[in-house]
DNA sequence: CATCTAATTAGATGAACATTGAAATACGAA
DNA sequence: TTCGTATTTCAATGTTCATCTAATTAGATG
């Protein structure tokens, strides 16, 4: 499988999304045309088949064939399926996202609710409040185990309401109690 | 296999060909996310992001789901695989010329080239000459056999150099012979 | 060489579309 | 009800792109 980034695989689908492109695709596909047939067929002026072409071409799409001074173009329908093909597998599509930096929104939810260590609001909004659980929870060390004591106060350096939060930490399965220890749980991924 | 005209088959790639359109579908891909959580991930305003998630949503790409006043969007990875299936499939590209007029070059050789039942000039260019061929086969009938003279003859009305002409349809399979006598070639279809 | 034809290139125009700020809507909270 | 927030709708702006005419290139023909 050819690795293809955002950038040609946008390239490629703006290519093949405009009707005059997919018909000329269609007309040198059973039979190799001239460009100024293609223009007959397609009312349509030379100079615009022919830039169309031109693109195809680029994209390897079509190949050219000269006779004197008439063009002949045709279909390499090879390169159309494997391109078709390449285009939108399932692990492409997962993949999508990956070229982006989804952090940013997660830092300004933080900026908003964080007073340099200090917690000033804890949102109510399900989504913002497990992004500073998450971040509450990486106050606490992995592997070691705390009393419940010692839980609110780490959670009591940053807001108040530490018993709402410490029950909050363990409903986001973010840290786990075990007969009144506590610990924090590693994350999934 | 759904059937799909030339017009919602541009659509759909217009719908695809555009970075950040790709981009949503890949991030609501892993989870649902809310409109001004994709605007700041994507460093775009939230009325961009929702109109293209609006034009997603008439094509079934993504569905919405309301808590409160967030609207959270996710995939429809369904819907977009056999999207992604239908839009190119071998037939379907054959199938893109059938919607257009192929005649129409045709014609306007024959105008040229002709007139009235007077042929003015043999095309040198190949294909225009098998367009003058294909209508000087058709002044012969079917299934009837004839002889050399007579051959000349009928071409003779159209054009004087008989001679070239009947070797010319010999060559291009629109005419048969053997020891002397010439019948007219069933079209291939 | 001059001439003709086919195709491409260059430059201009217009339509489609992505993006945005401002206004309107919907909803929850006080 | 009034306020605040998230989203959508509306209207305006700028960019991209398809198409065209005019000019240029390249090949064939006389």
Chains 1, 2 share one sequence.
Do not use: C
């Not at 009707?19 to 039979?31: D, F, N, P, S, T």
């Not at 195809?56 to 008439?70: D, F, H, K, P, W």
């Not at 497990?130 to 929870?137: G, K, M, Q, T």
Request: net charge positive; charged share 35%.
């Amino acid at each position: 499988m050819e690795r293809v980034d955002m950038e040609t695989m946008v390239a490629h689908l703006k290519l093949l999304a405009n009707e005059a492109r997919l018909k000329l695709l269609g007309l040198v596909a059973a039979q190799e045309r001239s460009v100024g047939e293609l223009a007959e067929i397609m009312e349509l002026k030379e100079p615009t088949v022919s830039h169309h072409l031109a693109r195809l071409s680029e994209a390897g799409l079509v190949r050219m064939r000269r006779e004197g001074n008439v063009h002949f173009y045709a279909l390499d329908a090879d390169r159309l399926q494997q391109l078709s093909r390449d285009l939108f597998t399932p692990e492409k599509v997962a993949s999508l996202a990956g070229q982006t930096d989804t952090g940013a929104w997660e830092r300004k939810v933080l900026r908003t609710y964080l007073d340099g260590e200090r917690l000033t609001k804890i949102p109510d909004v399900r989504k913002k409040r497990d992004v500073i659980l998450a971040w509450l929870a990486e106050r606490f060390e992995h592997g070691r185990r705390y009393a419940e004591r010692e839980v609110n106060e780490v959670i009591g350096r940053h807001h108040p309401d530490y018993a709402t939060l410490r029950r909050e930490l363990i409903g986001a399965r973010l840290m786990e109690r075990e007969s009144g220890v506590y610990w924090r749980v590693p994350a999934a991924t």
